[in-house]
C-alpha cells in the first residue's frame, strides 16, 4: 500500500509517527517542520496527483500558523526559511515572533503581517477552507484519507467563533468530518499521548525540573514539546495502522 502523509514537525520528525510506516508500508512523507496548514495542504495535494497513492494521511498544525513568500533570495540557517530557485519562503512556526530580531528582510514581513493582517477569522477561514479542497482532491482522485490534529484546535472558544460566522460555519459544515479522528470527541495526538501515559520529548520541557514532558496548564495535565518518539511509535501502531484496515 502506498501512503503518502503530511502535516508540521509532528510528521516530519525522524521519530514521528509516519515514519513508523515505513517497514510496512510505502511512504511518502512531504510533511514540513514548522509550517501551516496552508502550506501542509498543498504539499500532500500535490503529492496526491504526482504518486497516485492508496491512502492520505494528513495531521493539522497550528491555526495561528501562515507562510509568507519573500521575492528576494535569502540565505538564512532555520527551518523557518526555505529559499527556492526564485523566491524565499517564511513560516511564522509555532513562535509567531521568533523573526522579531533578525535580518530585516525577514523580520519586517512577518511582523508587519502579525501588525497589520494577522486575524484570527481569517486563520480559521484559511484551514477549514483548505482542508475541505483536500477531501475534494481525494474523491477525484479516488483516495482513501484520513485527518487528525496535533491537539485541540477547534475547541469551545473557536467553535462559538466558526457558528457565528456565516462563512466559517459554511466551511466547517462543508467538511466530511467522518474522515476525521479525534481523541475524546474534539482532542489530538497530544491528548491521546497524555491520557495514554506517553509524555512529551523530555529535552524540550524547560518548565519542570528535573523534566518530566507535561505541566499542569489550566486545571488539565498538558504535554510539554513534541510527543516522545515512544508515543509516536504506539499511535502510530495503535491508531494510525488501524485506519489502513
Known sequence: M???TSGCSFTHAPDSWANY????YDLINVAEGGGGNEMNIRNISRAIQENDPDYAVLQISGIDRYELISDELIDFESDAVIKTENYTWLKSTGDIEWAKDIDPRISKPITNYMRYCYNETHQILRTLSAIRNFQL???QQNVKHKIFFWQKELGKRRKEIIFSNKEL???Y???DWDHVWFHDTDSGLCEWGIDNGYTGALHEDHINNPPQGWAIIDGKKTMVGHPSTECHKHFAEKVVKNWFK
Open 21 to 24: 510506516l515505513k517497514d510496512q
Open 173 to 175: 459544515s462543508s467538511i
Open 169 to 171: 460555519a459554511f466551511w
Open 137 to 139: 482532491l481525494c474523491y
Open 2 to 4: 502506498k501512503i503518502v
